[in-house]
């Protein structure tokens, strides 16, 4: 859409995977020392761990037909700019959110 040589496709996927393959494995890690340090005898850090893991796998598989269908609707460029708006409020509210500076 923005790059129309195949090379500068390939490695904009490549680029996204790198990101991809490094936070990943960091949630997962959050979500278990969160549960453990907020929600102590609640919720087992296994339980937050497989309920990242879940929510991730059905965001995988509900986000590419949801992008055809807002594609279908409006065009293709302004449906990937939902994703896209979904990440920065994310990012916004992740530095927005108060820190537990409260460390054991």
């Known amino acids: 859409m923005l790059i129309d040589n195949l090379f500068g496709v390939f490695f904009g996927w490549f680029c996204l995977g790198l990101g991809v393959s490094a936070v990943i494995p960091l949630l997962m890690s959050l979500a278990g020392d969160i549960v453990s340090e907020r929600y102590e005898g609640?919720?087992?850090?296994?339980?937050?761990?497989?309920?990242?893991?879940g929510i991730s796998y059905l965001a995988f598989l509900a986000a590419p037909p949801v992008i055809g269908?807002?594609?279908?609707?409006?065009?293709?460029?302004?449906?990937?700019?939902?994703?896209?708006?979904?990440?920065?409020?994310?990012?916004?509210?992740?530095?927005?959110?108060?820190?537990?500076?409260?460390?054991?």
């Open 69 to 104: 269908f807002l594609s279908d609707a409006i065009t293709l460029r302004l449906a990937i700019l939902v994703p896209a708006a979904l990440a920065i409020m994310m990012a916004v509210g992740a530095l927005l959110a108060p820190l537990n500076t409260n460390k054991k």
């Open 42 to 53: 609640t919720i087992a850090p296994s339980e937050a761990v497989a309920m990242v893991a």
